[in-house]
């Protein structure tokens, strides 16, 4: 996870917050970090990395590399955690229409991050107009080939899309919050 967040670094975000959590039962772990593009140290955009960690996965990723012939040998790409990165803003006065937004993003995203889009009302009082507030997802896979051998290339094209859906949002942001833009 250290070498994420110095990844992160290296591609223009700012690191916040890291949590780390264990479950007893299973050994199961989830890496949490708050991150966000340098130009959005104001908000309103937050973005939230998650890597989760599950032991079994990693036992069976062990036994076969152990079983290999040549230490040398091209690692299996079959095992695989998730790596989530989570896009959230506040509630927004003039939301997009989700379907527009969810078909931009697909071009700015492209195959290497794949976003979904979704959105919550929330409503104050029943007699209040909803507050819809926004949520990007976009799951990655990361093989454990990559993090036992380390090739950085993968990782560098989700981080760079990552920045780009980052700062298309950042720039889409004033016109939801109600904010003058000037233009």
Not at 34 to 47: M, S
Not at 165 to 183: C, H, K, N, Q
Request: glycine share 4%; with cysteine; aromatic share 8%.
């Amino acid at each position: 996870m250290a070498d994420l967040k110095s990844h992160a670094i290296d591609h223009g975000f700012h690191v916040h917050d890291e949590r780390h959590f264990v479950e007893t039962y299973s050994l199961r772990q989830l890496w949490e970090v708050d991150v966000h593009p340098e130009e959005a140290c104001n908000g309103p955009i937050d973005l939230h990395l998650s890597l989760e960690v599950d032991p079994r996965m990693l036992f069976a990723f062990e036994d076969v590399v152990l079983a290999l012939d040549d230490p040398d040998a091209e690692a299996p790409t079959e095992h695989t955690f998730p790596l989530v990165f989570t896009w959230s803003l506040p509630p927004l006065p003039a939301p997009p229409d989700l379907l527009i937004l969810a078909t931009e993003l697909a071009g700015v995203g492209g195959t290497e991050l794949p976003v979904e889009v979704s959105a919550i009302d929330s409503f104050h009082s029943v007699t209040d107009a909803p507050e819809r507030s926004l949520n990007m997802v976009a799951r990655v896979p990361i093989t454990l080939a990559s993090v036992y051998r380390p090739a950085d290339e993968a990782l560098c094209a989700v981080l760079d899309k990552c920045r780009d859906v980052s700062l298309d949002l950042l720039r889409r942001a004033p016109a939801w919050l109600g904010e003058d833009t000037g233009f």
